[in-house]
């Protein structure tokens, strides 16, 4: 976790260096150029599309079915779809903030309305974890969760900041 947290803070600042970073630089101009912000959003549309796409294995991984071996098909089923649904949407969500950046101007007001509109996803995940936690089973894993949730946030807090002062 914190290794990957290290790497989207590297690759992060390789967004916002004015100049490519190399012995032989001309001292021309290079870098994407990305604000503060718009890199925190890339970061976290990263963050959010990661655990969308690891939510697709969670059933699997946890053995969702073994918790339940008497339920019906019909509410498995349904179970399983809403997993599904909701890793979908996680996943479009960052997807979304990854390229935002690149195609909208972060003053613009549908901008400026995703990114709050992030903050609270995330501000209210982070608060329902605190509340009642997942993945109580392992203390690292509850925390670990509840790092990843706050960095998401966080993320999005600056990046929704910079678009609005």
């Not at 991984?61 to 779809?81: E, F, G, I, K, T």
């Not at 089973?137 to 949730?149: E, I, R, T, V």
Request: charged content about 10%.
């Amino acid at each position: 976790m914190i290794r990957v947290m290290g790497i989207c803070v590297f690759v992060g600042g390789a967004f916002v260096l004015p100049h490519p970073v190399s012995a032989q630089s001309s001292g021309g101009s290079g870098g994407i150029g990305l604000s503060a912000g718009a890199v925190c959003q890339v970061i976290g549309g990263v963050v959010a599309l990661g655990f969308g796409a690891w939510h697709f294995a969670v059933p699997g991984l946890y053995r969702w079915q073994s918790y339940v071996p008497d339920a019906p098909d019909s509410l498995v089923r349904a179970v399983d779809a809403t997993n599904f649904f909701f890793s979908l949407s996680l996943s479009m969500i960052g997807a979304m903030n990854i390229v935002m950046p690149f195609i909208t101007d972060a003053a613009e007001p549908f901008t400026r309305v995703w990114l709050w509109t992030n903050v609270g996803l995330w501000t209210s995940r982070v608060v329902y974890q605190l509340v009642k936690p997942q993945g109580s089973h392992s203390p690292a894993l509850q925390w670990g969760m509840s790092a990843a949730f706050l960095l998401a946030d966080a993320l999005m807090v600056v990046a929704a900041l910079d678009a609005t002062y």
